[in-house]
């Protein structure tokens, strides 16, 4: 939501201006609506620092509670705040789905574990996740803790792939693989967890300079790390092209790969109109949705490439 500008929307967490349902006016809002939501952040902030500390953070607890950007409070903007709300209703409904899908992997646990256990952590992880959102608006979009935030996103997608390959007992003509469309395969992944991490530099660059620079010149301002985050992109696509080429004789990876390949190409098409258009912030969003559904995919072909699967028994 920072690339929207929608991130603080909602100053608390998890309800929005104190309500479930947000206000659209200043005027339902108290006078002092600033400082009261700064006040509530400062004593989460305290409690999160608290906890840094615990775990060793000292040096980051410390930029927590000394970083008085931290709490500066956003104008309301009725916009801002229903399109931070509707994400989080998004949210609302995968936890549903992530916490359905725990229920019903409860009576596999001791015919097939591997469901159970892998969808107790997937459980864990979107809680975990919902959490430290909280965290992120409680720091006021600090830039770390939105990179945590993502990572944390690539992590939850990960464990779904798995469950869909453990649990798929008919996949569409998979085979296994030479070892050498293996290593491949595991280079395109590899190279595309880089490329969302480099993405991640150049969106904590923007970060510092939306305030002080006009869009149209964001760009131009980034230097080193955007143009190696756009050539990179080069290695990506040439990468992924050959496994594509590769894996044509094999029906299941051969989908799936060719699906890889035309989410990579919009993907990069989403980051030369964030180039060459002064970075809109509708294809922000847009970009890194497209970056999280490749990894996910390419960790599916990564879980399918032995050619061997866990059979999921039927449960009466």
């Given at each position: 939501m920072r690339s929207t500008g929608s991130g603080m929307g909602c100053p608390d967490w998890p309800r929005c201006f104190g309500s479930w349902v947000p206000p659209t006016s200043v005027d339902q809002l108290p006078t002092n609506y600033k400082e009261t939501y700064a006040a509530l952040r400062e004593k989460k902030n305290q409690k999160f620092a608290n906890f840094l500390v615990m775990i060793g953070l000292s040096e980051t607890a410390n930029k927590v509670l000394h970083d008085k950007s931290i709490l500066e409070e956003s104008e309301?903007?009725?916009?801002?705040?229903w399109t931070e709300y509707l994400n989080r209703v998004a949210g609302v409904v995968i936890g549903l789905f992530i916490t359905v899908l725990f229920i019903r992997s409860w009576k596999f646990r001791k015919v097939s574990p591997h469901v159970f256990w892998f969808s107790l952590a997937t459980l864990v992880g979107v809680i975990f996740q919902g959490w430290f959102g909280s965290i992120v608006v409680s720091t006021n979009l600090t830039t770390w803790t939105i990179t945590v935030h993502m990572f944390l996103a690539l992590i939850i997608v990960g464990l779904l792939a798995y469950l869909i390959h453990i649990t798929d007992n008919q996949p569409i003509g998979f085979e296994a693989i030479a070892a050498k469309e293996k290593a491949l395969l595991w280079a395109c992944f590899l190279t595309m967890f880089i490329q969302i991490f480099l993405g991640t530099e150049v969106r904590e660059m923007i970060d510092k300079i939306v305030t002080t620079l006009p869009r149209n010149e964001w760009i131009s301002s980034l230097g080193i790390p955007f143009l190696i985050?756009?050539?990179?992109?080069?290695l990506v696509i040439v990468l992924n092209l050959i496994l594509f080429l590769k894996l044509k004789q094999?029906?299941?990876?051969?989908?799936?790969?060719?699906v890889v390949l035309i989410l990579i190409l919009a993907s990069t098409a989403t980051g030369v109109g964030m180039a060459y258009?002064?970075?809109?912030?509708?294809?922000?969003?847009v970009h890194l949705l497209l970056a999280t559904i490749t990894s996910g995919t390419q960790l599916l072909m990564i879980f399918r490439s032995s050619g061997q699967k866990e059979v999921v028994a039927e449960v009466a």
């Open positions: 309301f903007n009725s916009a801002r705040t985050h756009r050539s990179f992109s080069i094999t029906r299941g990876q051969n989908i799936l790969s060719r258009f002064s970075v809109p912030s509708f294809l922000q969003p």
